[in-house]
Structures are given as C-alpha cells and as structure tokens.
C-alpha cells in the first residue's frame, strides 16, 4: 500500500513512500474517537485487520486482526468498511465471497485493536462492494447491490437510526434509457449543501452520478 502526495497546484502525484506491505485497503483511514486514524485492510492471504496510527509518520501502523485463516468460519471476508456507534464501539461490515449472500459484522470496544469474531447477519448482498457512513442528520445508510437474484442489475439505499439495525431499504431510480440489462457497482456517496449525491460505475465503463 502505497501513498502519492503533490501540492494543490500540481497535477503530478510522486511517490511519497510505502504505508504497509502485503496490504489493500479499500477505503482512506478515518479518525477514531480518540484522535487516531484507522482503516482497515485485507492481505494476499483474504487475513482482515484494521491499521491504526498515522499519527508519528507515514508507515506508522498498528495491525489488529479482524478475521484471519484461522478463524474465517464459513466466510470469504473482502472490502470492509467500519464506523462508530454513538456507544463509543466500532463496527466492521464485511463483504462475504462465498456465497452466503449476506453482510458479515463485528465489533471492537476499545478503538479497534480488538475484534470479535464476524457473524453473519440478515442483509443481503449480491457479492459487491457497498458504501456506507453517517449522514449529518443523524442517520447511517448503505448504498449497495442488496437484491442477490438481481445481482450488480438493481441498487439499493438502506438507512438505519442506530448504525445497526437497517429498517428502511429502497430501490434506486437509475433510468437506463434503453432495454439492455446494465450492471451497476462500486458506489460512492457524499453530502453536499443538503443533497446525497451517490457516484457509481455502469457496466465498468462509466461512472454516474445520483442527485
């Protein structure tokens, strides 16, 4: 894993070093309750762990294991994201590559080193990457492929009041314009002057934009 940096003025990124070795992150680190950054990553190995630091230099990361070869009991873990609850835990939310068509959770109590088992839970996915965080009205969502029968073919909006329990889950409006079956995946999305703007890519070649 590695990281570029330029002035704002340049439109060079040079490489400015090394963050971790045999490491994929997915997402950028985040600030953890107590000043600390934190992301999580995946090895060649599919080992899940969370790094925490970044605070004394560039490569100065804590690895604290999530799901290991180990104790991966039933499940192909990839692409995690986490957040914090208003309880001061943090939770991990994990893809799952075998098939169970379900998100996987787990939850750490002391601002990531230590995690507990991932279980699966009742939210589906069709095996894709999703996206989620806190919006400043208070409440979590996820944008994601949630339908498994339709696959990468239908995007879904979920929201939750408490960051763990999602009660509210709708089917994105993506007018295709035409009659061909279009796959859409890898979302993003982002607040801005009041609005939810969802980014995502239709059939890996383009990328879209949701107001």
């Known amino acids: 894993l590695q990281a570029f940096s330029a002035p704002r003025a340049e439109s060079v990124w040079p490489l400015k070093g090394m963050v971790a070795n045999d490491s994929i992150n997915n997402f950028p680190p985040k600030l953890l309750p107590n000043g600390q950054w934190m992301m999580i990553q995946r090895d060649s190995s599919n080992n899940t762990s969370s790094l925490i ?15 290991t070869q180990t104790n991966q009991a039933g499940i192909s873990p990839d692409e995690p994201l986490w957040w914090d609850l208003p309880s001061g835990a943090l939770t991990a939310l994990l893809r799952d590559n075998s098939n169970s068509y379900r998100l996987f959770r787990s939850f750490s109590s002391d601002n990531g080193l230590h995690w507990t088992i991932p279980v699966q839970t009742n939210f589906p996915g069709a095996t894709s990457k999703f996206y989620g965080f806190r919006t400043s009205k208070g409440y979590w ?4 492929n949630a339908n498994p029968a339709a696959g990468r073919q239908e995007l879904y909006l979920s929201t939750s009041l408490d960051g763990l329990t999602f009660t509210r889950m709708a089917k994105l409006a993506i007018d295709a314009g035409d009659t061909i079956a279009h796959t859409y995946q890898y979302p993003h999305a982002l607040e801005q002057d009041g609005t939810l703007l969802i980014a995502v890519s239709r059939d890996k070649n383009q990328i879209e934009l949701l107001r």
């Open 53 to 67: 630091g970044g605070l004394a230099g560039l490569d100065d990361w804590q690895l604290s294991p999530i799901i």
């Open 141 to 144: 969502l996820v944008v994601s």
